[in-house]
């Protein structure tokens, strides 16, 4: 048995299973769950090694304990070095797994915009809100008065057929412009009155530059000696800030039964530049909008004095604006929905 009672043959025997543990240890809970088996501080089969010191006689007793702390440093050490092994291991094992090869070309990512009609409208807001109008929403559904009464378009005037209005009833229908909102406007406010009324309108009429719903932008300016002059000055900035720079305006003589005069605007070509073109039909001018000083009587209709104030309208195409300014030559387009066609224009 020997003076350390057999310490030598057990010590040799337990470094000889924690190697053999060793070479099976892959992952760092193995390697925790060995070192309980040999070195926790109480179960551990080396601390289980300091009963037997009772047999050794006392004076080789300190041998005894320095061998078995010498084979408790041995195995922390042993340890140590298999489970710095096994961690390298581990994460290179991770790197494999969660490899991402930074050379390939990244996944394309759509960028959504707003719609054609959205863009067209906000730009007309913000060229016309920097010259101080504000804005008013009316209603769709509108009554007769509004849509055509007070505009100075009475029951069988001539001018109702130039608008196929769906009715909804003898007395309401679906507004056929936004003009409507001028007489909500005069009635509710004393002048100067500078308002944008942005809205839909609806007629029964469909073919490639026309739709049954489509959408408007009315302009009314109210204030003592309101002249046609105004009215260009204003239309001069709204052209050259959606069209281009270069661009100039040129009233026409036309018929608006709420104006007089009315006006039918052009502007120059702003693909030719006023040489004549396709998109001008060789005219160098393109028709953009109507407008006009307000008729006294529908001043007078609203209770504003015609000899005190004089007022100028305009109605603008939002669509017609969309397709000029954008090259779209059928109005379907607009309303298809189609991403393809809706994300070229993104302005
Ligand atoms: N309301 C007219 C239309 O829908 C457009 C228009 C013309 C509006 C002249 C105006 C104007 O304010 O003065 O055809």
Redesign the pocket.
């Known amino acids: 048995m020997g003076k350390l009672n057999g310490l030598e043959d057990k010590v040799a025997e337990i470094k000889a299973r924690l190697e053999e543990a060793a070479s099976e240890m892959g992952t760092s809970k193995e390697v925790y769950e060995g070192m309980k088996e040999f070195l926790d501080p109480k179960k551990g089969r080396i601390s289980q090694l300091m009963k037997d010191m009772r047999e050794v006689a006392p004076e080789d007793r300190a041998e005894f304990g320095k061998t078995v702390n010498a084979l408790k440093t041995w195995a922390q050490d042993r340890f140590d070095t298999i489970g710095s092994e096994v961690k390298q291991q581990e994460l290179m094992m991770r790197y494999r797994k969660e490899f991402v090869d930074v050379t390939l070309p990244s996944v394309s990512l759509k960028k959504g915009n707003l719609h054609p009609i959205t863009q067209v409208r906000e730009q007309l807001i913000d060229i016309f809100a920097s010259m101080g109008f504000t804005i008013y929403e009316g209603s769709e559904i509108e009554n007769d008065y509004y849509n055509f009464t007070a505009l100075n378009t009475p029951q069988d005037h001539p001018a109702r057929d ?2 196929d209005t769906f009715y909804l009833s003898p007395e309401f229908l679906l507004r ?4 409507s909102g ?1 007489i909500h406007v005069m009635e509710n406010e004393k002048p100067p009155i500078k308002i944008l009324s942005p809205g839909k ?1 609806f007629r029964s009429d469909d073919d490639a530059t026309h739709s049954p719903m489509f959408s ?1 932008m ?3 300016v109210v204030d003592k000696h309101i002249a046609l002059s105004d009215l260009q000055g204003m239309l001069d900035i709204f052209v050259q800030k959606i069209y281009g720079e270069g661009t100039r305006t040129r009233l026409r003589p036309s018929y ?1 039964p ?2 007089e005069p ?1 006006v039918e605007v052009d502007c120059s070509c702003f693909s030719c530049g006023g040489k004549g073109c396709r998109l001008c039909k060789g005219t160098g001018w393109i028709e953009v ?4 000083i307000v008729n006294r009587k529908v001043l007078e209709n609203c209770g504003i004095d015609p000899d005190e104030y004089s007022g100028l ?3 603008i195409g939002i669509e017609r604006t969309a397709m000029l300014k954008y090259g779209i030559n059928n109005i379907k387009l607009l309303f298809e929905s189609d991403i393809d066609v809706l994300s070229q224009i993104d302005d």
């Open positions: 130039m608008q056929t412009q936004t003009s001028q309108v408007q009315e302009g009314l608006f709420f104006t009315s909008l109507g407008a006009g309208a305009f109605g």
